[in-house]
């Protein structure tokens, strides 16, 4: 049972316009949300990650948004920028380490 | 610092064959996490160990998976008699505390089954 779900396989932004990636769950347990980006041939690696006891988390280019009510988040990166050009994982736990992953959005940044 | 190893990075292997793939954590972190992402899906977590316990095994197939982290050595995930369901990536994980966003990834072993 997929518990958290990317429904975009993909997403094509221009450079410098702001890109938005979905993420959904369905397990109202979950207490702590997480994005990973990865690139070919790499691991996850960490991008940013929110509390549920919070709606809103920014670093830099990179806002996480929760909804709660909906149990919907999403990660917002502006301005885009070529080198964000990647797969986005949303993740979601309620253990304190095992992370339940979405299938990936491929984000394609072009020039 | 080196990050999580992990290797080999690509395993052919037979059906009826074992496959072991092999994490070494990044220095100073005791806890190691298996995750495993099928074709088209995302990771799904596997195996919590921490140095020779095995903490957390609820993702683990029942049969034929095994993992260990010994005392000294890398952390080893084994999977006697492969079918061709078992390929996959998998991926590695290991962090200094029990925490979700301490996670470092290493570059995964991609498993193919003949």
């Known amino acids: 049972d997929q518990q958290v779900k990317q429904n975009s396989p993909s997403l094509s932004v221009q450079e410098g316009r702001i890109s938005i990636l979905n993420c959904d769950y369905t397990?109202?347990?979950?207490?702590?949300f997480l994005w990973y980006k990865k690139y070919p041939a790499e691991g996850p690696t960490f991008l940013i990650s929110?509390?549920?006891?919070?709606d809103k988390n920014e670093d830099g280019r990179f806002t996480v948004f929760l909804n709660k009510s909906a149990k919907h988040l999403s990660l917002h990166i502006v301005p885009s920028q070529p080198g964000d050009s990647a797969v986005y994982f949303c993740?979601?736990?309620?253990?304190?380490?095992?992370?339940?992953f979405g299938k990936g959005t491929s984000l394609l940044v072009t020039p | 610092n080196a990050g999580v190893m992990q290797n080999p990075r690509h395993l052919v292997r037979r059906r009826g064959q074992e496959a072991r793939l092999r994490c070494s954590p990044m220095?100073?972190?005791?806890?190691v996490y298996w995750y495993r992402q099928l074709p088209e899906e995302g990771l799904k977590f596997m195996v919590y160990?921490?140095?020779?316990?095995?903490?957390?095994e609820s993702g683990m197939p029942k049969e034929r998976f095994s993992a260990e982290f010994p005392k000294e050595g890398p952390s080893i995930l084994r999977i006697q008699q492969v079918v061709r369901g078992d390929s996959a990536a998998y991926f590695c994980?290991?962090?200094?505390?029990?925490?979700?966003?301490?996670?470092?990834f290493g570059p995964g072993t991609r498993l193919t089954v003949l």
């Open positions: 994980a290991s962090s200094p505390q029990d925490t979700a966003d301490t996670q470092y």
């Open positions: 397990n109202s347990m979950f207490d702590y």
């Open positions: 929110i509390s549920s006891i919070k």
């Open positions: 993740a979601a736990e309620n253990s304190g380490y095992a992370l339940n």
């Open positions: 220095k100073g972190h005791s806890h």
């Open positions: 160990l921490q140095k020779e316990n095995i903490i957390d």
